[in-house]
């Protein structure tokens, strides 16, 4: 399964075409899609920042979900999470997709807008591991052993 070529832009304005612009050469994609989501969210990161400060060309993403009829209010939705995140480095990762979600949701087998969503992807689009829902030591433990085995 892959990852569909979306575009958005982060919190800092600059274009991505995911999965081709990414980073790593492994991301993790974190997917919410409600505002609510970002305590989850944030549970994750915490987890995968170690992650990145230990794994060479690894990096993670959050992307907040819209759907396309949103776009007209962009710069009122981006400007608000823009304001509300001071760290510059949280706001380069974060990419906000307005797209046609039930087609991106039926593309990722996303039964449900009621958590998040997390991929392991290579820059290619290779979609490598995938969760769901809140951070707990087994999840990160099988996402950390399957990059090491890609790694190895």
């Given at each position: ?26 991301n ?68 906000t ?56």
């Open positions: 399964m892959k990852f569909p070529n979306v575009s958005g832009k982060n919190l800092e304005k600059k274009k991505y075409n995911i999965p081709y612009d990414l980073e790593g050469e492994l993790v994609l974190i997917v919410p899609f409600q505002r609510w989501h970002q305590s989850l969210a944030d549970e994750w990161s915490v987890f995968l920042n170690k992650i990145e400060k230990s794994t060479q060309d690894f990096r993670y993403y959050e992307v907040p979900t819209l759907n396309s009829g949103y776009k007209v209010m962009r710069f009122m939705i981006d400007g608000g999470m823009r304001a509300g995140i001071p760290n510059r480095s949280v706001r380069e990762r974060t990419i997709l307005y797209t046609n979600k039930p087609l991106f949701e039926k593309l990722l087998n996303i039964k449900s807008e009621d958590t998040i969503y997390l991929f392991l992807i290579r820059k290619n689009g290779e979609i490598l591991w995938r969760d769901e829902g809140e951070y707990d030591t087994q999840k990160g433990e099988e996402l950390l052993k399957t990059i090491e085995n890609l790694n190895a």
